[in-house]
C-alpha cells in the first residue's frame, strides 16, 4: 500500500520550530494566573533596570550614591514588588494600568536622577507603552501616551531640574514618538488578536473535520471487516490501496491480489481460462467497469465461482483515479441453480413420456367412431394435454438452456403474416387493434416451428399486458446483414427492474402477480433461448405505463 508522510515536510528535513516555539509560549503564559502575567509582563522592563544599575557601578559609580537615583530605583524595586504581591485576579481589570503608568514617572525620575548622561533612559519607555498600547481599548494608548508625558514634566518638576533645550525638546518630540509607537503597538496587536482568532477558528475547524474523518474512516474499517464480500481498492495504474479482510484471509483472494498472481481463474464456462489482460486489477486500470460478471477461481480440485464487479473511483475534477472491485462468492448459488435446473430437466422428462402416450391413445380414440357423445370433453382434454406436453417442453429447453433446431430456408415476413392473422382473433376479443409492418422477402435460415413460437409468445405478452385496448404493432425489417423483428404494445409497461429480470426462469413481475395474468415465467426465457440458437439477440425496451417493445435479430441469409 503508498504511504504519505505525515508531519507535512519533506523526508530528511527538520519541520520548522516557529510554530512549536509560539505554542510553548502560549502554553507557559495561559498556564499563568493574572499574578503570574503581570510579573511576567513587568520582568524585561525589571532585567534592563538591574543591567543599568550594573553598568552604572562599572562606568558612574558617584551615581549610584546619588540619594535621589537612589529613590528612583526604589521605585522601581517597589513596582515589581506590588505586581508579586498584589492578587490582581481579585480587582477590577482597569486597575492594572496603574502599573505601567508609573513605570513611566520611574524611568523618568530614574533619567533626570542619572543626570544628561542617563538620557538614553528615555528608550526604556517603550516597556510600558507597548504594555498599555498592546489591549483593544483604544483609551489605553491615550493613556500611555499621557505616561510619557508625565515622565518628562513631572519628574522635572519634583526634582527642581532647570529647564534646557535638550528637556524641551525632550518634552515635545519624546510623546510624539512615543505616540506613534503606541498607536503602532495597538494596531499591530489589534491585528495579530484578529488573525489569532481566525486562526483558533481555522483550527477548531479543522480539529472537528479530522474527528469527524477518523469517525467516518473507523467506520469504514468497522463495514469492510464486518462485510463477507471481498472489497479490493485499486489506483488508476491497478496498484492495490485497500485490501479488507475478507479478502486477505482467503488464501484464494489474497493471492489475486499480488504483483504476480498465481490464482488461475476461469470464465464462465468454466474452461476458458482469464487471458492476464481480463483480470480485474488490469481491467480497471484501462478504465474498464463492470457488473456481476461470472468468473472459477481455485484449484481444479477446490474451485469456487465469484460474481466480480468494478466501481470507479473519480476525483473531484472528474478525472478516475481507481476503482472498486468487489468479489461474492457465489459457488453455492451457482450450485443450487444446478441442483434446480437438473430437478427441473429430469421431472420434465419423467412427465412427457406419460403425456406423449396420453395424447396417443386421446388421439386414436378421437378416431375411433361411437364417442360422439364426448367428443367435445375429449377435445378438451386433448387440448390441454397439449398445452402442457409443450410446458414441459419449454421446462426441458429452459433447463438445458438448448434447443434442437431443424433450420431451413423461409420468409420471416410471411411467418409473421401468419402469426398475425391467426391472432387477430384473440386481440379483438380484447378490443385491440392489430398492425402489421413488414418488408417482403426477408429470407433466412431457421425452423419455422420454433420462431413462430417465439412471435407467438412475444404477440401472447403483448394482448395479456395491454389491458385498455389500443394498437399492436409487428413489425419486420433488414438492417444490413440482420432481419429485425419487434412487437410493440400500448400496455402496462415494465419498470427497470422488472426488465432486468425479464427473461429470468419463472420471473414475474409484481404486477402481473397483482392483476392474475396467467403464465409461468417461461415465455421471454425459452424465446430467448430459440433466437440464440439461431446465432441471434433478443431485447426489450419498456417503461412503467408507457408499453413496452420486444425486439429480436436474426442472422439473414
Known amino acids: 500500500m503508498h504511504q504519505t508522510q505525515g508531519n507535512g515536510s519533506t523526508p530528511g528535513q527538520e519541520p520548522p520550530n516557529d510554530g512549536l516555539l509560539a505554542g510553548r509560549i502560549d502554553a507557559l503564559f495561559g498556564g499563568l494566573g493574572a499574578r503570574g502575567r503581570v510579573v511576567l509582563s513587568h520582568l524585561p522592563l525589571t532585567v534592563t533596570v538591574v543591567l543599568i544599575v550594573a553598568a552604572a557601578a562599572l562606568f558612574s559609580p558617584e551615581t549610584l550614591v546619588d540619594e535621589r537615583f537612589r529613590l528612583a530605583l526604589l521605585g522601581h524595586s517597589v513596582i515589581f514588588v506590588a505586581c508579586a504581591a498584589i492578587p490582581w485576579g481579585r480587582l477590577p481589570a482597569g486597575v492594572l494600568s496603574v502599573i505601567p503608568v508609573l513605570d513611566c514617572l520611574a524611568i523618568g525620575f530614574t533619567r533626570e536622577a542619572g543626570g ?26 491615550l493613556l500611555a501616551v499621557l505616561g510619557v508625558v508625565l515622565s518628562t514634566v513631572v519628574p522635572a518638576a519634583a526634582l527642581d531640574s532647570p529647564p534646557t533645550q535638550g528637556s524641551m525638546i525632550r518634552t515635545i518630540f519624546l510623546p510624539l514618538v512615543m505616540a506613534a509607537i503606541a498607536v503602532s503597538a495597538h494596531i499591530v496587536s489589534g491585528t495579530l488578536h484578529r488573525q489569532r482568532k481566525a486562526l483558533l477558528r481555522k483550527d477548531q475547524a479543522l480539529a472537528e473535520t479530522l474527528a469527524e474523518s477518523v469517525d467516518r474512516q473507523r467506520l469504514l474499517d468497522a463495514v469492510l471487516a464486518a462485510v463477507g464480500v471481498g472489497v479490493w481498492v485499486v489506483d488508476k495504474d491497478g496498484n492495490n490501496v485497500l485490501i479488507n479482510r475478507a479478502m486477505r484471509d482467503d488464501p484464494t483472494l489474497a493471492r489475486l491480489t499480488e504483483a504476480e498472481s498465481t490464482t488461475t481463474l476461469l470464465l464462465s464456462d468454466r474452461a476458458t481460462p482469464v487471458p492476464s489482460g481480463g483480470l480485474p486489477a488490469a481491467r480497471v486500470a484501462r478504465g474498464d467497469m463492470f457488473t456481476d460478471e461470472l468468473i472459477w477461481a481455485g484449484d481444479e480440485k477446490d474451485q469456487r465461482a465469484f460474481s466480480v464487479s ?72 386433448h387440448r390441454n394435454a397439449t398445452q402442457l406436453l409443450g410446458l ?13 433446431l431443424s433450420l431451413q430456408e423461409a420468409d420471416l415476413a410471411r411467418l409473421l403474416a401468419d402469426v398475425v392473422d391467426f391472432t387477430l382473433p384473440q386481440a379483438a376479443n380484447r378490443g385491440l387493434e392489430l398492425v402489421l409492418e413488414v418488408e417482403p422477402s426477408l429470407t433466412a435460415r431457421m425452423d419455422i416451428p420454433r420462431i413462430r413460437q417465439v412471435v407467438s409468445n412475444l404477440l401472447s405478452n403483448a394482448i395479456k399486458y395491454s389491458p385498455d385496448g389500443g394498437r399492436i404493432t409487428a413489425r419486420a425489417h433488414r438492417t444490413g446483414t440482420d432481419l429485425v423483428c419487434s412487437i410493440t404494445d400500448p400496455g402496462v409497461g415494465m419498470s427497470p427492474e ?32 430459440i433466437v440464440e440458437g439461431h446465432g441471434g439477440s433478443m431485447s426489450l425496451t419498456s417503461a412503467p405505463g408507457a408499453g413496452t417493445t420486444a425486439t429480436f435479430v436474426l442472422p439473414a441469409s
Open 116 to 141: 544628561p548622561g542617563f538620557n538614553v533612559l528615555s528608550l526604556m519607555l517603550v516597556f510600558p507603552v507597548i504594555w498599555l498600547s498592546v489591549g483593544r481599548q483604544r483609551s489605553r494608548v
Open 310 to 381: 468494478a466501481h470507479a473511483i473519480c476525483s473531484r475534477d472528474g478525472a478516475r483515479s481507481g476503482g472498486v472491485i468487489t468479489l461474492v462468492d457465489v459457488t453455492a448459488l451457482i450450485t443450487a441453480l444446478a441442483a434446480k435446473d437438473d430437478f427441473v430437466g429430469t421431472v420434465s422428462h419423467e412427465l412427457r413420456t406419460p403425456l406423449t402416450s396420453i395424447l396417443g391413445y386421446l388421439e386414436l380414440v378421437l378416431e375411433e367412431p361411437g364417442h360422439e357423445g364426448i367428443e367435445a370433453e375429449l377435445q378438451v382434454v
Open 392 to 404: 414441459v417442453n419449454d421446462l426441458i429447453a429452459v433447463a438445458s438452456e438448448h434447443v434442437d
Open 498 to 529: 422488472d426488465q432486468e429480470q425479464a427473461f429470468t426462469k419463472f420471473f414475474r413481475s409484481a404486477r402481473s402477480r397483482e392483476t392474475a395474468i396467467p403464465g409461468a415465467g417461461l415465455g421471454l426465457p425459452i424465446s430467448k433461448t
